[in-house]
C-alpha cells in the first residue's frame, strides 16, 4: 500500500468487523497513519520497537513476518505497547522542541560571533554583549569588509532566531497560563517556566507512569542503564532509549540549582566522593524524583532544609 490514508482505509474497511485493533510500529514519520486511522474509528495501538524481540526462530525477515509476529504477541496478550502522545497537545510540544532548536542554532551564532572577536582583534565578548550590537558597532570594529560582512551576517541571523523564539514563547505562555503542574514544578530550585513548560508538555499523562519514580526516572535517562548479578555488571541496557527533552530539563536545573548555598553544599560533597560528572547526574536525578513526587501529590510541600540539609 501507498501513503494514502484513503488506500490504507479502504483495504480495512472490508474487516471493520472482524478486526480487534490494528497495531503499529513506532515510528518517527507514523502521526498522519495513527490519526488518520484513529479518527476513522481504528482502535489503534502502537507496538514498543526498543522492548519487543523478533521471534528467534526465524531465518529471514521482512515486513510480512513481522507484521505475523506483531499479530501473534498481541492475540497473546503479551505486545509492548508505546505511549500515543494525545493529539490537542501535540502541537505545542513540538513547538516547544522547535524553541529549544532554534536556541542551540542562535548560541551557535553567537558562538561564532565570538570567535571572530577572538580572532581578529583578541578581545573577549560576552554573549550578552553580542546580542545588543548594531550595525555600525560591527563596521566600527572590523576594517576588513569581507570579515565585517559575515559578521554582519551572523548578527541577524541571530536577531532573526530571537524574533522567532520570542514569538514561540509568547504563544505557549497564553496557553499554559493556568496549568496547575507547571505552577507546582516552578517551586522547585533550577526549574523556572520554561523548564516546567517542558516538563509538563513532554511528558503527557503523568498516570502513565504510575505512582512509582523509577519508571519516570528511567524514561527521563536518569537511571544507570546496566545490568548486574551477583554484584557483578553482566551487561549495559539501551542506554538512549530515552527522552532526551527531559534529561536536558534536569540538567539544565540542576545546573541552574547551585545558586542556592545549600544545594551547592550538597553538591560540592558528591564531586569529592563521585566526581562532577557523576555529581551534576545525582543532582538532576534527585531534582527529577521531587519534581514527580509534587506533580503527583499536588498538596506536597518542598522543603530545602529537609531535602538538602
Not at 478486526?19 to 507496538?47: F, I, Q
Request: aromatic letters at 10%.
Amino acid at each position: 500500500l501507498s501513503n494514502s490514508l484513503e488506500e490504507v482505509d479502504a483495504f480495512f474497511r472490508p474487516y471493520r468487523q472482524e478486526l480487534n485493533a490494528l497495531v503499529l510500529e513506532s515510528t518517527y514519520n507514523g502521526y498522519w497513519l495513527m490519526d488518520g486511522l484513529m479518527d476513522r474509528g481504528y482502535d489503534v495501538k502502537l507496538a514498543n520497537p526498543s522492548q519487543m524481540q523478533p521471534y528467534l526462530g526465524l531465518k529471514h525477515r521482512d515486513d510480512s513476518s513481522d507484521a505475523l509476529w506483531l499479530n501473534q504477541m498481541h492475540r497473546l496478550g503479551v505486545l509492548p505497547e508505546g505511549y500515543i502522545y494525545p493529539k490537542p497537545e501535540r502541537g505545542m510540544r513540538d513547538l516547544l522542541r522547535k524553541r529549544l532548536f532554534l536556541v542551540q542554532h542562535r548560541t551557535s551564532l553567537i558562538n561564532s560571533m565570538k570567535h571572530q572577536y577572538q580572532t581578529w582583534k583578541a578581545e573577549d565578548v560576552s554573549a550578552s554583549a553580542i546580542k545588543k550590537l548594531s550595525t555600525e558597532e560591527v563596521e566600527a570594529s572590523f576594517d576588513d569588509g569581507f570579515v565585517r560582512q559575515g559578521i554582519e551576517a551572523l548578527r541577524q541571523s541571530a536577531q532573526a532566531l530571537s524574533a522567532q523564539i520570542s514569538g514561540i514563547e509568547t504563544s505557549l505562555k497564553q496557553a499554559l497560563r493556568e496549568d496547575s503542574l507547571v505552577n507546582q514544578l516552578q517551586i522547585l530550585p533550577g526549574i523556572g517556566k520554561l523548564l516546567a513548560w517542558t516538563i509538563r508538555l513532554e511528558i503527557g499523562e503523568l498516570a502513565r507512569f504510575g505512582e512509582d519514580w523509577r519508571p519516570y526516572l528511567s524514561y527521563c535517562g536518569l537511571v544507570d542503564s546496566k545490568q548486574e548479578s551477583n554484584m557483578k555488571i553482566k551487561g549495559h541496557g539501551n542506554g538512549k532509549n530515552r527522552n532526551r527533552y527531559l534529561r536536558w530539563v534536569y540538567g539544565e536545573a540542576a545546573i541552574a540549582s547551585l545558586k542556592y548555598p545549600k544545594i551547592r553544599v550538597y553538591h560540592d560533597r558528591l564531586v569529592r566522593k563521585k566526581g562532577t560528572i557523576k555529581a551534576k547526574a545525582i543532582l538532576a536525578s534527585k531534582i527529577a524524583r521531587v519534581s514527580f513526587m509534587m506533580m503527583q501529590d499536588t498538596g506536597m510541600i518542598y522543603s530545602q532544609e529537609k531535602l538538602w540539609g
